[in-house]
């Protein structure tokens, strides 16, 4: 088993905030990229937020200003951390871990929902 695994998901009111997790049975931070994505019913999987091994943090328009992505090495644990949230931001979130060549995992996902 080596794919994440990601939990923090639920439902939030508009405005309000979430702070996903993300878990590898791997050392998450001899991760080339960890990423978080998210699908909306509908839609494409779009990356969200990206953090690289030597700590260097990508995010989208949609996210910039809002999330933020932090890693703890003792929890082994990558964070997402979502903020001044919006009911289009209602999506299952997916976080995927590249450790290389034909090393690409994903997770299961974790339901995000915003709404009043």
């Known amino acids: 088993q080596v794919q994440p695994v990601e939990s923090g998901g639920g439902l939030v009111q508009p405005g309000g905030s979430l702070r996903l997790s993300c878990t590898s049975p791997?050392?998450?931070?001899?991760?080339?990229?960890v990423g978080w994505h998210r699908q909306a019913p509908g839609s494409r999987r779009e990356l969200v937020a990206s953090?690289?091994?030597?700590?260097?943090?990508y995010y989208q328009d949609i996210a910039e200003g809002r999330f933020t992505v932090s890693r703890d090495r003792v929890m082994n644990t990558v964070y997402l951390q979502m903020n001044s949230l919006k009911p289009e931001d209602t999506a299952v979130y997916y976080c995927?871990?590249?450790?290389?060549?034909?090393?690409?995992?994903w997770g299961q996902g974790t339901q995000v929902t915003v709404s009043s």
């Open positions: 995927n871990t590249d450790f290389g060549w034909r090393q690409t995992y």
């Open positions: 791997r050392d998450i931070f001899s991760a080339d990229t």
């Open positions: 953090v690289t091994k030597s700590g260097n943090t």
